[in-house]
C-alpha cells in the first residue's frame, strides 16, 4: 500500500502520513480493502490524510483482491514468491506488473 503511494513522491512524505494510511485503509487488512465499494473509494478520494490519487486508490483495492486470491491458490504470498524462483529482477518486474497494478522496479526491489 505505502509502495503504490510512494510512486512520484518522497518516502518522506508517505511516512508522515502511515498512521493516515492505515487509519483510511483498515489497517491494511487485505480481506476488508479488497471488498471495497464506490463508497469507499469515494470516501478515500475525499481524505485530505492520504494521497487522494485515482489510480493509486483502485490499484490498492484490486492489489488487495489479487493477493487473496493468490493465498487461496498457494496458501501465502511468501509461497507464491518462493514457487516464482530463479527470476531474474528483470522476469520478477514483468511477473510483478502482469499480475498487480501499479507496480514496477522499486516495488519488486522489497519483495
Do not use: C
Amino acid at each position: 500500500m505505502l509502495e503504490i503511494n510512494q510512486a512520484g513522491l518522497s518516502w518522506t512524505t508517505i511516512l508522515k502520513k502511515e498512521a493516515n494510511f492505515r487509519l483510511a485503509y483498515d489497517a491494511f487488512n487485505i480481506q476488508k480493502v479488497a471488498a471495497y465499494t464506490q463508497t469507499d473509494i469515494d470516501r478515500l478520494m475525499a481524505d485530505a490524510g492520504i494521497i487522494r490519487n485515482r489510480l493509486k486508490v483502485h490499484a490498492a483495492i484490486e492489489n488487495a483482491a489479487i493477493i487473496l486470491r493468490i493465498q487461496q491458490e498457494f496458501g501465502s504470498f511468501k509461497n507464491w514468491l518462493n514457487a516464482q524462483h530463479p527470476l531474474s529482477k528483470e522476469a520478477w518486474t514483468n511477473l510483478f506488473k502482469k499480475n498487480f497494478r501499479f507496480t514496477g522496479g522499486k516495488i519488486v526491489n522489497e519483495f
